[in-house]
């Protein structure tokens, strides 16, 4: 079964840059490009099939029209979105929804659970994970107050990372930070905070009262610790198997092969060159493998990291 190679789709961003172009080699639309769709079927940023049987096909037509592909994964809507994100700045401090949540509050919108791996960071750089609000009523008296310095949790960051960030969880990207996100299929962002800047001569559009409903306190850090094993042909690092996917990191050196999982795996090139069956990689591809495709064979110098939905 032939791989699905996808054309990313950009986006501007008051806080975006360039090393989406310098570091992959993407025709950005401008100077301040935030984000690389690089695999989605949302409505707000869709991919198409690029080469092959299915060249120009959009991926959530693919989607609803071969449902084989994706080995007949439950629900009506591709569930996962994998993004590359260059911060220039800083983005907004903010927090997602659940699934519940989103369902009756943004119109039957999925949730949005998603992870980070730290593709790269400038020295001494920080994220936002987390508050330190001992409770939900202390959590509204800072965010109503406008006590950001006492609100925000801040935790160093270095070059291959990895943050789990469940819904109700405050984070934010700091400037001069690079990430690949894998994330539910969602565009729902609530933002608590924005340093007051402008856009276009007007302030961002916040969403405190929907912040508020949303954020848990106290904040309870995610636990998961990624294993990282050798196998042949390559280092294998687990990060996280949650309700919604699971995400692997495999650094390849020489020949490697590998069986994915019964529905469908997402593939994005981190670093490196090489091929998968023959045909050539490079850093900032991304591609489909379908379901029952049998093992793929991968030959080269480079780190893919790969999205299952669960």
Known sequence: ???????????EAIWGGTRLREVFGYEIPGDTTGECWAISAHKNGECRILGGKYDGKLLGSLWKEKPELFGHYPGDQFP????????????SIQVHPDDTYAGIHENGSLGKTECWYILDCEPDTEIVIGHHAKDKEEMESMIRECRWDEFIRTVPIKKGDFFQIDPGCVHAIKGGTMILETQQSSDITYRVYDYDRLS????????????????????????????????????HTHFITCKFYTVDKYDIEGVFSIGFKKYFTNVSV????????GIPLKAGQHFIVPAESGECRFEGTMTIICSNPE
């Open 270 to 277: 981190i670093n490196g060159t090489g091929s998968v069956n």
């Open 80 to 91: 996962l979105l994998i993004k590359i994100i260059d911060a220039k700045k800083d983005l």
């Open 200 to 235: 276009d001569g007007k302030p961002r559009q916040l969403h405190v009262e929907q912040s508020i409903d949303t954020i848990k306190a106290p904040f309870e850090p995610n636990e998961s610790r990624p294993v990282t094993v050798s196998i042949p042909g390559a280092v």
């Open 1 to 11: 079964m032939e791989l699905l190679f996808l054309e990313p789709v950009f986006k």
